[in-house]
Antibody, heavy 122, light 106 residues
Framework: EVQLLESGGGLVQPGGSLRLSCAAS????????MIWVRQAPGKGLQWVSA????????YYADSVKGRSTISRDNSKNTLYLQMNSLRAEDTAIYYC???????????????WGQGTVVTVSS | SSELIQPPSVSVSPGQTASITCSGD??????ACWYQQKPGQSPILVIY???KRPSGVPERFSGSTSGNTATLTISGTQAMDEADYYC?????????FGGGTKLTVL
């Protein structure tokens, strides 16, 4: 079964850091681009970051650029998001998702994890 | 940066056809897709590459495009289709989501 399982969320103070993980199973992980998407309480989906299958290409939303780093370990079938200098507005459910088409395609994502909750508050 | 515009809400009676639009600059030149999200659940891909359905998605879901507008159509809408729907595209090295449309079946 194709599956994504996020972890690493929690309560963190403003200015703090977190590393989110997304464990993949059931497909050839290295062959697919991956993204992180977040959803603040009561709000819509907001793209955070994307990475190609090899990890050689990375992309960031302006809202997290310079504060976050996306990476992947294809030997461990795991996607990561390192988030630094966290702000209250980063509070959200964070989802990882798998590209539908392959390594360098970001036009649709067919498998989503259940999400991990990040709360930034003092 | 790119923006995809969706109506905040659409209402439809059971058994009728619901249409949700997504407009964006040169959207017709890019692949657009659609997600369904029910409360407390993760998004589900229902349409990709404008009009293709992933396996398991009912045939009543279809997609189309014309000019700068992509449209999700649900024929014979059922109560279970009540959800938020989001369009998405890839543009200028950015994943762009529409603001979402709440579909109410009443």
């Amino acid at each position: 079964e194709v599956q994504l399982l996020e972890s690493g969320g929690g309560l963190v103070q403003p200015g703090g850091s977190l590393r989110l993980s997304c464990a993949a199973s059931g497909f050839t992980f290295r062959s697919y681009a991956m993204i992180w998407v977040r959803q603040a309480p009561g709000k819509g989906l907001q793209w955070v970051s994307a990475i190609s299958g090899s990890g050689g290409s990375t992309y960031y939303a302006d809202s997290v650029k310079g504060r976050s780093t996306i990476s992947r370990d294809n030997s461990k079938n795991t996607l990561y998001l390192q988030m630094n200098s966290l702000r209250a507005e980063d509070t959200a459910i964070y989802y990882c998702a798998k590209a539908q088409r392959g390594s360098g395609y970001y036009d649709a994502f067919d498998i989503w994890g259940q999400g991990t909750v990040v709360t930034v508050s003092s | 940066s790119s923006e995809l515009i969706q109506p905040p809400s659409v209402s439809v009676s059971p058994g009728q056809t619901a249409s949700i639009t997504c407009s964006g600059d040169k959207l017709g030149d890019k692949y657009a897709c659609w997600y369904q999200q029910k409360p407390g659940q993760s998004p589900i891909l229902v349409i990709y590459q404008y009009n293709k359905r992933p396996s398991g998605v009912p045939e009543r879901f279809s997609g189309s495009t014309s000019g700068n507008t992509a449209t999700l159509t649900i024929s014979g809408t059922q109560a279970m289709d009540e959800a938020d729907y989001y369009c998405q595209a890839w543009d200028s090295s950015t994943v762009v989501f529409g603001g979402g449309t709440k579909l109410t079946v009443l």
